[in-house]
């Protein structure tokens, strides 16, 4: 079975802060994705990775980017944290050729 | 502006009784569609998929149909169980020319299923 491990369940953090959060996943997968779940508007796509130091913006990547050091870990950083990123985040991985993504558990981020 | 629209937010159905749960989408070139099921605190799993070269498939009590003519979707449980209800994702991908797997999410679906 896959697995994609998200590094907190919950976190809160202030205004202006540096945030990172991490995702592993184990089954060597080439892309992984950084989704925000927000109600009424689905799973949006804030960046993905289809390589080693590889990246790509998604729809919605302004206030975020993203390091993937290794294949099986990427990291969503939020570079000066602000309100309106409180939000529940997925993180996702997939082989490439029409294999559904898995999805680790989210992190609920809140921003004071 | 979304892509792929699922317009009840909520669905509630009696223990026993059929599931319809309903997907648009907007984009013609999209090619693959999946459906994924989310409980509170947890990730979304994948349920159910269908190609565009299928109008229908398949999976035990699930069912997804494809109208490629119509650009909509539809996920049919049957027959609905307590243990069903969570929030239902469409999402769709344009497999043809985009390799790298990224799919467009609908909303969601809350579907209650009661005793």
């Known amino acids: 079975d896959v697995k994609v491990t998200q590094s907190s369940r919950y976190l809160v953090k202030r205004t202006g802060e540096k945030v990172f959060l991490e995702c592993v996943q184990d089954?060597?997968?080439?892309?992984m994705f950084w989704y925000r779940q927000d109600p009424g508007l689905g799973l949006r796509l804030i960046y993905f990775?289809?390589?080693?130091?590889?990246?790509e913006k998604g729809d919605i990547p302004e206030g975020y980017s993203v390091s993937r050091e290794k294949k099986e870990r990427f990291s969503l950083i939020l570079e000066s944290a602000s309100t309106n990123q409180t939000s529940m985040y997925l993180c996702?991985?997939?082989?490439?050729?029409?294999?559904?993504?898995?999805f680790g558990d989210g992190t609920r981020l809140s921003i004071l | 502006d979304q892509q792929v629209k699922q317009n009840s937010p909520s669905l509630s159905v009696q223990e026993g009784r059929i599931s319809i749960l309903n997907c648009d989408y907007t984009n013609s070139m999209f090619d693959y569609f999946l459906w994924y099921k989310k409980y509170p605190a947890e990730g979304p799993t994948f349920l159910i998929s269908i190609s565009s070269i299928k109008d229908k498939n398949e999976d035990g009590r699930f069912t997804v149909f494809l109208n490629k003519s119509a650009k909509h979707l539809s996920l049919h449980i049957v027959p609905s169980q307590p243990g069903d209800s969570a929030v239902y994702f469409c999402?769709?991908?344009?497999?043809?020319?985009?390799?790298?797997?990224?799919?467009?999410f609908g909303a969601g679906t809350q579907v209650v299923v009661t005793p």
């Open positions: 990775s289809y390589d080693v130091k590889m990246k």
């Open positions: 999402a769709a991908s344009d497999m043809t020319t985009d390799s790298w797997g990224k799919f467009q």
């Open positions: 089954m060597d997968h080439e892309n």
């Open positions: 996702a991985s997939r082989s490439p050729g029409g294999q559904p993504q898995h």
